[in-house]
């Protein structure tokens, strides 16, 4: 299995660009996240889905957009590129049972907004 | 609003030593408190975790301490190597779709 696997690794946008960041898991997962972390501030949740075709914001939804069509795939969306988004950004997935609930991350992605 | 507080933010011993990191968090609803490690360039990987209903977990080297009654909990490290340096956070677990929230992270130098 490759686990959690995120692609480009790095990006660098103009302001005002768009771009999506690619998240693939082949563990079957149901369950699948969007971090980003900045510096101090640990991780944060972007957006989340427990299934295909469901989503939700989580803590810090503002300027990017997600959607679940397969249960391997969850692609996170950035419609306007603004340096406040610099940031590395991490996926997700994990499948909650009773006796775990471990979340696997991928390698993320280090996305600079000048 | 911080759900989840960590301290200290940055952590150095020597090789053998015993680092302390805590946490605190506000959220009852959290049911389960994993700790996760990040190399550098890596993405954080679990490393242990507990439930509330337990006040302590050993794994190897590596202990959680968990006081439910003050919203407390701690990782211990022992015999701290090199190898360890990375970067530590908590976290707090809750909802039905098992949101993650994290603490602010510890960065831990093990010196040899």
């Known amino acids: 299995n490759a686990g959690v696997t995120q692609t480009p690794k790095f990006q660098v946008l103009k302001t005002g660009q768009s771009m999506t960041l690619q998240c693939a898991q082949d563990?079957?997962?149901?369950?699948m996240s969007w971090y980003r972390q900045d510096p101090g501030m640990g991780l944060r949740l972007i957006h989340y889905?427990?299934?295909?075709?469901?989503?939700d914001q989580g803590e810090v939804p503002n300027g990017y957009n997600v959607s679940r069509s397969t249960t391997e795939d969850f692609p996170l969306r950035l419609l306007s590129a603004a340096p406040s988004q610099t940031s590395v950004y991490f996926c997700?997935?994990?499948?909650?049972?009773?006796?775990?609930?471990?979340?696997?991350f991928g390698p993320g992605t280090r996305l600079t907004v000048l | 609003q911080q759900q989840v507080k960590q301290s200290p933010q940055s952590l150095i011993v020597q090789k053998g030593g015993i680092p302390i990191i805590n946490c605190a968090y506000e959220?009852?609803?959290?049911?389960?408190f994993p700790w996760y490690q990040q190399f550098p360039g890596k993405g954080p990987a679990l490393l242990i975790a507990?439930?509330?209903?337990?006040s302590e977990k050993k794994e190897g080297r590596f202990t959680i301490s968990f006081n439910k009654s003050a919203k407390q909990f701690s990782l211990h490290i022992m015999d701290s190597q090199p190898g360890d340096s990375a970067t530590y956070f908590c976290?707090?677990?809750?909802?039905?779709?098992?949101?993650?929230?994290f603490g602010s992270g510890t960065q831990l130098t093990v010196l040899p």
């Open positions: 976290a707090g677990l809750s909802g039905s779709a098992r949101q993650l929230t």
């Open positions: 959220n009852t609803a959290f049911d389960y």
């Open positions: 563990m079957n997962h149901e369950y």
């Open positions: 997700a997935s994990s499948y909650p049972s009773g006796r775990t609930d471990t979340q696997y």
């Open positions: 507990i439930r509330p209903d337990v």
């Open positions: 889905s427990v299934g295909a075709g469901i989503t």
